[in-house]
Structures are given as structure tokens and as C-alpha cells.
């Protein structure tokens, strides 16, 4: 009986062995790895969907967004599922943008935002210091780390307030500071960490595959650092597939 399991226990290690020999004789370019979505020089690989000419800007690494008019610039390209890393701050007090996944590459007419999930960013200072009169906190309305499905997508939120979902634990910094946010959607779910920890998320999204879009919504903002890992592709159908646009 102990030969059987000493047996068991050397074949055990050495397929343990093989797999270790197998996965570290992998190419580096064969595994799942980050790449840049913004160079860090210039707007290449972004497409400006409806704002002004000066909305965007590229300063010491950064992209700067003016925040005026409200609108959107895009990828390129169509992502379906991945790790998007972004890191950003507010320049103004209770700044409010955020960037949209599995995105319209267009606005709908009267629309000033696509159809897409938005992931909000939000100065989330001002909720706390503005206490109502009698020195109790203002019930919270927007909250930084927000999911929620924009004209026409829809999702079930993981910590609902009303049709979005809330972030469980209020993690994002005041104006001026940087904030990071990794976001990993995979096959209708988004899960969102804001610095460094996962506090919200979404499922059955209506809409699984598209593209990724920076806000401009009326205060200054900057972003740097956007990295994204493509991972393989789900089943998806047309339906869940925002409509390509010809470039």
C-alpha cells in the first residue's frame, strides 16, 4: 500500500514537473500581456467622436481633456474581452467623466454620450464636505466607480441603485490626486478595482463587444498610463456587437 502511494505520489510530482517545464518554455509572446492603448506622445489610435478640435491634448505623458464640450473620443478598434488599466484625476472640484466599454463608435442623434456601459469618474470630495444644514451627511446621488448601461444597454447591477451599481466602499481621491482603475470585462460582466481594490461590478450586459471611449463632461480631467490585455474571445453574437464604423 505505501509503494502504491509513493508510486502515486513521485507520478504526481512529476507531471507537477512536466507542467512547470511545459508553462516555462512558453514564448512570452504567446501569453496574455498588456499593451499600450495610449503612446504617451500623440492621439494615434484614437478617433475624436464628437467633441471640439482642442477638447483633447496630449501633455508630459498625459492625455488632457478639457471637459468642454461634453462628448467622446474612441479606440480605433472593437474590444470584446479584457483588462483595461487606466489611471486618472480631477482637476476641478467634483469633476465628473469616465470611460465607456463595449461602446457605440457613434452618439445617437440628440445624444451627446454613446450607447455603452459607462464606468463613472467621479471628485467624490464634494458629497462629504457639503453637509446639509443640520450637519448630517447629503444623501449620496453619483458616486465615483458608478456602473450602469447608457442609452439602451442594459446590465444587472451587482449593488444596485436603481438601474446602476454602486461602488461598495468609497476608494477615490480628491482633486488633483491620481486615481486607478482596472476594469476586466469578460463575456457580458465587468468588474471594476479602484485603487487597488475591486469594489463594484455588473453582469449580463445586452451588449458584449465594442469600443472603449474617454468623457469629456465639462471639467478638466487628465488620464495616463491606459494599458489594455486583450483575452480570447467569447460567444458573441451580432446582436451583442456594437456596429463597426469605417474610419
Not at 512558453?26 to 499593451?35: I, M, N, T, V
Amino acid at each position: 500500500m505505501k509503494a502504491n502511494q509513493q508510486g502515486a505520489s513521485v507520478s504526481l510530482l512529476g507531471l507537477l514537473f512536466l507542467a512547470v517545464t511545459v508553462r516555462g518554455s512558453l514564448l512570452a509572446e504567446d501569453l496574455p500581456q498588456f499593451r499600450d492603448l495610449f503612446n504617451g506622445r500623440d492621439l494615434t489610435g484614437w478617433v475624436n467622436v464628437n467633441t471640439a478640435e482642442d477638447t483633447w491634448s496630449v501633455r508630459d505623458g498625459m492625455i488632457v481633456c478639457s471637459g468642454r464640450p461634453i462628448g467622446v473620443m474612441r479606440t480605433d478598434r472593437q474590444y470584446e474581452n479584457f483588462i483595461l488599466h487606466i489611471e486618472w484625476r480631477h482637476m476641478e472640484a467634483g469633476g465628473n467623466s469616465g470611460v465607456f466599454v463595449w461602446s457605440e463608435g457613434t452618439v445617437p442623434e440628440g445624444r451627446q454620450l454613446p450607447k455603452g456601459v459607462e464606468v463613472q469618474m467621479l471628485e467624490l470630495q464634494w458629497p462629504y464636505l457639503n453637509p446639509q444644514p443640520d450637519g448630517t451627511p447629503r444623501p449620496l446621488a453619483y458616486v465615483s466607480g458608478e456602473l450602469f448601461g447608457a442609452n439602451g444597454v442594459e446590465t444587472i447591477p451587482d449593488h444596485p441603485r436603481g438601474n446602476r451599481s454602486q461602488s461598495i466602499e468609497m476608494r477615490c481621491k480628491g482633486k488633483g490626486e491620481w486615481n486607478t482603475y482596472d476594469v476586466v470585462a469578460v463575456d457580458g460582466t465587468i468588474k471594476l478595482a479602484v485603487n487597488g481594490k475591486f469594489v463594484n461590478g455588473i453582469s449580463g450586459s445586452s451588449v458584449k463587444k465594442g469600443y472603449i471611449c474617454l468623457e469629456s463632461e465639462g471639467s478638466e480631467i487628465h488620464f495616463r498610463n491606459i494599458k489594455i490585455m486583450e483575452l480570447p474571445p467569447g460567444v458573441t453574437s451580432p446582436e451583442q456587437t456594437a456596429p463597426v464604423v469605417d474610419d
